[in-house]
């Protein structure tokens, strides 16, 4: 019988992805190994590959669609001596590993513009699911993602038609019926009692407080352009709004001196020329932060309700800005690891980060972060704690000012490090405790190389 194709879980916390590509098209054959799509996850874009032999016989999502649930169908492969009859007996509504939604009960009379049904609280009322069939009976195909968005807006699908594969009703579709107004079936108003709600999903999250932005950009005439939010960046709003609104968190300065660090640098940086090892003052200060972590084990820990989490490996995400948005990836061992090697893993790291290339186990799963906008020319920030993890670094840029060393006043390069700390997770004197084994790393970076 038909293979269905279910739109894969590429990472342990992803819900859905956008379906970028499709590298074949209805009728082609498939081989076990071949790329048949590549999907956008939240940080990446990866590659599908084939786990069936056969023939591509319906592609059900299209390419370009958006917030495809895992394990929905997004295409449906003929076996060996399958004939296109065969799809007919294939149901590629939902996903599987899902509760499927109850239809909505239709109501006994649908109201019009012209006899409005009697008013019913707004609020009260949740959309009702969009119909599975349409008022002759004929079934209704549409992408999960038009469904969603149908039921969102109150539209009734028999009333849409469909540009996508075979008919199929897509995001474009419901896009153009809600900017003409087809469709609509006033839901707010219907008498019939609402539909039990499907199984919760988690809440979104809240808007940002005060005005919208937009509404008052076009009350006031400001003109302005629209820059469609990325995967990544949903991502990144979303979990540092998390991070915020149920991280407690208290910030750690320190300032350390740099003249050491930078001239050992040069140093090594003269040495290994002829190899093409070129350190950056980030690599050394990533070493310094997961030596530290070594020296302060306390510091290397994440928040559970059951049990504070102590980690054995010193695992360091390096926080990287990307056109889409930020994102960190890995240095893991950090603490094992030479400078010459932690200096060739982030040029490798930050660039694929940059292209969208990064596997997930090479962006997920840090222990700790650092952020440095120092080449920037900020003095000193706060960063976001980046959960699960309970701390994150955040360097400035390192600067010459005057200081008082043996009494007397002398010009040095410092640079302002500054800790955000879990509270749940590290007390104020391992924070403390940390810093100071940096700093002291930082202004004797020989005490690295033993």
């Not at 549409?142 to 028999?158: C, I, N, T, V, Y």
């Not at 102590?310 to 960190?328: H, P, Q």
């Not at 200081?403 to 403390?432: E, P, Q």
């Amino acid at each position: 019988m038909p293979i269905k194709i279910l739109m894969p879980a590429l990472s342990p916390t992803m819900t859905e992805g956008n379906l970028a590509t499709w590298h074949k098209k209805e009728g082609d054959a498939v081989e076990i190994g071949d790329v048949i799509a590549e999907i956008e996850t939240d940080k990446a874009t990866m590659e599908v590959e084939a786990v069936d032999e056969g023939v591509l016989g319906r592609i059900v999502v299209p390419e370009g669609a958006e917030e495809v649930p895992v394990n929905a169908v997004i295409a449906v492969m003929l076996e060996e001596g399958e004939d296109a009859s065969a799809l007919d007996a294939v149901d590629v509504d939902g996903a599987p590993a899902a509760p499927a939604e109850a239809p909505a009960p239709e109501p006994a009379e649908t109201p019009t513009a012209q006899t409005p049904a009697a008013p019913q609280p707004v609020a009260a009322a949740p959309a009702p699911a969009p119909a599975t069939k349409s008022a002759d009976g004929a079934r209704i195909f549409a992408s999960p993602l038009a469904r969603r968005m149908a039921g969102q807006e109150g539209l009734d699908l028999g009333q849409i038609a469909g540009t996508g594969p075979h008919g199929r009703i897509v995001k474009s579709d419901i896009e153009a019926a809600i900017a003409s107004g087809t469709g609509k079936t006033l839901a707010a108003e219907v008498v019939a009692p609402a539909p039990a709600p499907a199984a919760a999903k988690p809440a979104p999250a809240p808007a940002a407080a005060g005005p919208d932005a937009k509404a008052l950009a076009d009350a006031y005439g400001i003109p302005y352009t629209e820059v469609k939010n990325s995967g990544v960046r949903k991502v990144v709003a979303r979990r540092l709004t998390e991070s915020k609104q149920t991280v407690p968190h208290f910030y750690l300065t320190v300032a350390c001196e740099l003249d050491a660090l930078l001239a050992l640098r040069k140093d090594l940086n003269a040495k290994g020329e002829a190899s093409g090892v070129k350190l950056s003052v980030n690599d050394l200060i990533i070493k310094a932060a997961a030596l530290a972590l070594r020296r302060v084990p306390a510091a290397n820990a994440s928040w559970t309700d059951e049990a504070i989490l102590m980690y054995d490996r010193v695992d360091v995400s390096v926080a990287v800005a990307t056109d889409g948005g930020l994102i960190t990836p890995i240095v893991k061992d950090a603490d094992r690891k030479g400078l010459g090697t932690i200096s060739s893993e982030m040029k490798d790291l930050a660039g694929r980060a940059r292209e969208g290339k990064l596997k997930p186990e090479e962006f997920q799963g840090g222990t700790f972060s650092i952020s440095n906008l120092g080449m920037y020319g900020i003095k000193e920030f706060a960063a976001i704690i980046n959960p699960p993890q309970g701390c994150i670094l955040a360097i400035g840029a390192g600067a010459q000012q005057p200081v008082v060393k043996d009494g007397a006043v002398a010009i040095a390069t410092m640079m302002n490090a500054t800790l955000s700390v879990d509270h749940r997770v590290v007390d104020g004197a391992v924070g403390a405790e940390y810093l100071a084994a940096f700093k002291t790393l930082i202004e004797d970076p020989i005490s690295m190389m033993l």
